[in-house]
């Protein structure tokens, strides 16, 4: 999607006989919106639609939490145990029509293949790193990386020996670049947190001549259904195009700071359809002598905000620990806790990272957010008189956002 690219071996022409050892390749046109979005030309050694055997398809099926109160949430993500793989361990916390988010610490490998035939995925690598391996070659990825996956793209993890801790967006929709970045060509403007540099496509591609086995399993139809194939999936020769996975790094995103405070599209990284995904990272805080560094109160009146701290002291702030949530859903007001934006005067840097999602559409939650929820987040604005020399006394945070 940023910019054309081309892996491996492609005729001068497209739509024109390309062969290999005398036998013609199959071609594969995978695009968006009919024929006029963007695209990737495929040639692979078989015909993709090659299927020997059509598995079992699985229902999705998500366990809602209704609560009895409409209120702000905070859950602490860090000790949810290890399960599954990179798709099946997806443990759906959150999500509405236009974007799913999950949690996930994979503790098997993958002994198959995936694809998500209906939607784009975002996976944030909060700890862990490896190869992902896919149609377009392999797209290494660490710690920091947002792994950005097109639908249609046949994959699998192979994790490293590390812990993996993922936080998981996928949507219907299409994760772009946010346009207010681009020029009318795609390039990436001046004023952009990030440029082309930063983006990594797959590095390398490997032809994969096996002849076997080869399930794939693929997300359709609110479901997976999984084909199994007689050779292995990776056997394309070739592709150009402007459709294939890419990762940036969160550590690459160049914060943008203000003499008083930058509202939270300064740190947009991603559009989905009704959704952003934003990055906050290290920064200088607000410079003018009157700026209060930490944001000023704001109702999300039609929006959810969902954040993800990844990184950073937030030991002093009450609850909010690496790997915590806040959601501050639609409808209220949310700011500083008592007294921070007092102690934030005079801050001039924060070392935060953290992860944001704000919908424009309300987020239903999981049975998981159940367990995970605080149930006491929702008071902490609530000021009661604390003994002196106490911690309660002065709550003071170094997060920049709330
Ligand atoms: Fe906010």
Redesign the pocket.
């Known amino acids: 999607m940023p910019f054309y690219q081309r892996l491996g071996e492609v005729p001068r022409k497209r739509h024109v006989q390309f062969r290999e050892n005398g036998s013609l390749l199959t071609e594969e046109v995978m695009g968006l919106e009919g024929f006029t979005g963007n695209e990737s030309i495929l040639y692979h050694l078989q015909s993709p639609c090659r299927v020997k055997e059509l598995g079992e398809f699985e229902p999705i099926e998500r366990e809602e939490w209704m609560p009895d109160t409409h209120a702000w949430r905070l859950m602490n993500t860090w000790d949810v145990p290890a399960q599954g793989d990179e798709i099946v361990g997806r443990r759906l916390l959150m999500w509405n029509d236009d974007v799913e988010i999950s949690l996930c610490r994979p503790s098997e490998s993958m002994e198959y293949f995936f694809r998500n035939g209906e939607g784009d995925e975002v996976v944030f690598v909060h700890e862990g790193a490896g190869t992902l391996e896919t149609i377009f070659g392999e797209l290494p990825y660490k710690q920091g990386d947002y792994v950005v996956i097109p639908r249609g793209t046949t994959y699998r993890f192979l994790p490293d020996e590390s812990p993996q801790r993922y936080l998981v967006f996928e949507t219907p929709g299409l994760i772009e670049i946010p346009k207010r970045y681009r020029n009318d060509q795609g390039q990436l403007m001046e004023h952009a947190p990030y440029y082309h540099r930063d983006i990594h496509p797959p590095a390398e591609l490997k032809t994969v001549r096996e002849r076997g086995e080869f399930p794939v399993k693929v997300r359709v139809r609110d479901g997976y259904q999984t084909y199994v194939h007689d050779f292995h999936p990776f056997d394309v020769v070739g592709w150009d195009g402007y459709l294939y996975p890419w990762t940036f790094s969160i550590h690459d995103f160049e914060p943008i700071t203000g003499r008083i405070h930058m509202p ?1 599209p300064s740190h947009q990284t991603f559009a989905g359809p009704n959704f952003v995904i934003c990055s906050f990272c290290p920064r200088k805080l607000d410079f003018d002598p009157l700026a209060v560094p930490i ?1 000023y109160h ?1 109702s ?1 009146l039609q929006s959810e ?1 969902m954040i993800y701290y990844v990184d950073g002291n937030f030991s002093s702030r009450k609850g909010i620990e690496v790997g915590s949530i806040t959601l ?1 859903p639609s409808g209220l007001p ?1 700011g500083p806790q008592p007294g921070l934006a007092e102690k934030s005067i005079g801050m001039t840097e924060t070392h935060e990272l953290a992860v944001m999602c704000d919908t424009f559409h309300p987020l239903r939650l999981t049975t998981l957010a159940r367990e995970l929820d605080d149930g006491h987040y929702a008071y902490s604005w609530y000021e009661e008189p604390a003994p002196a020399g106490s911690a309660d006394e002065n709550p003071a945070g170094v997060t920049s ?2």
Do not use: L
């Open positions: 939270p944001p704001h999300n905000e501050h949310h956002h709330f």
